[in-house]
């Protein structure tokens, strides 16, 4: 992957979490403050618990940081999966996201 590539991707997977924290705010009562600086976004809850995703631009991958871990995330073409062959990036953020929120948030 050339790094336009991967900025490409990268963009657009933190436009996907922002979006996905708005419509889960519209949508349910978790409270989700999330801010965006340069290549990272930080999510902060209710309870003052944070997820950060930030681009890990020399390495072409996500980093996330939640209260169970930090992940490590590379784009292999159609997902971001977990360099350790834990799953998909999604799929992990809502995970984290329910247990930080105590509430089900589906991040789409």
């Known amino acids: 992957m ?35 600086v340069g290549g990272m976004v930080t999510l902060t809850f209710a309870d003052r618990s944070q997820i950060i995703v930030n681009l890990q631009k020399p390495l072409q991958e996500v ?3 939640a209260r169970a871990g930090g992940f490590h995330y590379r784009f292999d073409g159609q997902r971001w999966m977990d360099t350790k062959g834990q799953g998909e990036f999604f799929a992990h953020l809502s995970r984290y996201a329910s247990e930080q929120a105590g509430e089900p948030l589906a991040f789409e």
């Open 2 to 36: 050339t790094d336009l590539e991967y900025m490409n991707e990268a963009e657009a997977l933190l436009a996907r979490v922002e979006a996905c924290c708005d419509r889960l705010n519209e949508r349910t009562d978790a409270d989700i403050d999330n801010q965006r």
């Open 63 to 65: 980093w996330m940081a």
